[in-house]
């Protein structure tokens, strides 16, 4: 597989997650996300994933549950800084 095609591949996979992702409940999700990054992105850190699960399921998951998403961003400020977590729910840039 060249360059160009595991590249499409790649694009391919993560249009169908979001997807299949908008509008779910975000346990749901992040199932989906888990699944996703098994094949494409192993790399993929827990905050990652979790992100990922809130902010596909609804973009404007943080404004609609504040106390959820700062208790996220306090879980995981060993790994990134709270205000910055939380900028990332509250307004996330690749929400498509």
């Not at 888990?34 to 596909?56: I, K, N, S, T």
Request: hydrophobic letters at 45%; one cysteine or more.
């Amino acid at each position: 597989m060249s360059d160009d095609e595991a590249g499409d591949a790649y694009n391919a996979e993560w249009a169908r997650l979001w997807q299949e992702a908008r509008g779910r409940d975000v346990a749901e999700a992040e199932r989906l996300v888990r699944e996703w990054a098994a094949r494409c992105a192993p790399y993929a850190e827990e905050w990652d994933l979790q992100l990922l699960a809130c902010v596909m399921s609804d973009p404007r998951w943080a404004q609609h549950h504040p106390v959820a998403a700062l208790a996220l961003a306090w879980r995981h400020r060993r790994s990134r800084p709270v205000h910055r977590s939380l900028r990332l729910l509250w307004r996330p840039r690749f929400a498509g």
